[in-house]
């Protein structure tokens, strides 16, 4: 890599000014996959995201008129990181093949490197002619929506525009770098309390939990409900546990491992299963009735009584469960599928019970916006676990893809250590909420 001085600027605390008159390398560092190593895992069980992860120098592109270019401090893994990292259940670079053919600025996008991620924290480094809000110098979470503001379906929710995109995942230069490429509107203001790699590992887990238990959209979970949480020591799980026990539900987690459950108790459940003790492993049970009436009673000797609400995204292993434990009139919210997308349940515990499936995607702009709210006024605090720098992208893929992670893993990209950022004290909270 060549000398940088923009990233070296930035890093020591340069004013916009002084950034603004320093150019813009003409490649970076970042984790990236190849177009050419989309066959590497054909017929191998085991798709080691450590082999097909790289970190090196890829091109700088050039700016779109509605885009920022941000220098990133910290980043974090996302499952969709371990996805596209074992190119499936399709290699992501289908994705960008798709996206650049739509012409003129999507073009970029389909290139023989994905710069992948979907997290980033980082400082506005350059600001396209179009961009309103934001200027060089500004502190800034992007957040993983790439919505297409001229689509009229995104003026009632940008999730269901038809051209929504999970950055970093369908779309090029991602998060997992020492630059990204945004679009002004999926920028917020980094909280005043967080340092780097917190701020970092909240914007898409925490944003997909507040939209399907929260938002409009989800299942507006009320006081008192019961809410099990697959994977409650999970990234997704421990912001969920947090808002549960914050909003006044009462969150039961599902784990697996005894170390795991004591995480899940500190992020917020008042109750905790272990999935061993009801005789769930990590395939779907032949008959999910049967681990469900297991599952039901351990939940049941906890808070006494069935879940209102079920706190999806295992998939295939759990889905059949997760519709025969919810309670009549329930509702199942899903947002993912990590063990598979091909579920199978008993439709009559569905239909003649009357419970919901409601399908969950990220979040939007204002649902962001409102996660980030809590996170500054410390009634959310950041899930992270354990931190790699950028040249360990790779190992630290590897760990969230063997489920021996808790909470999120976070990644530094020009932070030199962890610990930077924070511009406020933790106890800003006003006296009101102390």
Known sequence: MRHDPLAEAVVAGATAAELAELPVP??????????????????????????????????????????????????????????????????????????????????????????IGSDAAGVVVR???????????????????????????????????????????????????HYCVARASQLLPKPDRLTWEEAASSPLCAGTAYRMLVG??????????????????????????????????????????EEKARRAREFG????????????????????????????????????????????????ATFGVSVYVVRRGGTVVTCGSTTGYRHEFDNRYLWMRLKRVIGSHGANLDEQAATQRLLELGLLRPALSVTYPLEATGEAARLVQRGGHSGKVGVLALAPHTGLGASEPRDRRPALLS
């Open 269 to 316: 459940c008042h109750a905790v299963v272990d999935r061993r003790e009801i005789g769930l492993g990590s395939a779907a049970p032949a008959d999910p009735s049967v681990v469900g009436r297991r599952l039901g009673r351990a939940i049941r000797a906890a808070v006494g009584e069935d879940p209102h609400i079920v706190f999806e995204h295992v998939g295939r």
């Open 26 to 115: 003409a490649e970076y560092r970042a984790a990236h996959l190849r177009v050419e190593d989309v066959g590497m895992f054909t017929g191998v069980d085991d798709k080691d995201v450590r082999k097909s992860i790289q970190v090196g120098p890829v091109p700088m592109p050039e700016l779109a008129p509605d885009e920022v270019l941000v220098a990133v401090f910290a980043s974090s893994i996302n499952y969709n990181t371990v996805w596209s990292a074992m190119f499936s259940p399709v290699p992501t670079f289908s994705f960008l093949r798709q996206f650049g053919r739509q012409g003129g600025w999507a073009a970029r996008h389909d290139a023989a490197q994905h710069v």
């Open 216 to 257: 409009e959209h989800g299942a507006r979970m009320k006081q008192g409900d019961v809410v099990l949480i697959w994977g409650a020591a999970g990234g997704l799980g421990a912001y969920a546990a947090q808002l549960v026990r914050g909003g006044g539900g009462i969150a039961v987690g599902v784990v697996s491992s």
């Open 127 to 177: 600001a396209g002619a179009g961009v309103r809000r934001w200027r060089i110098g500004d502190r800034v979470v992007v957040t993983p929506a790439y919505v297409d503001e001229e689509d009229p379906a995104a003026h009632a929710d940008g999730m269901l525009s038809a051209a929504q995109l999970a950055w970093g995942f369908e779309t090029n230069f991602g998060g997992l770098a």
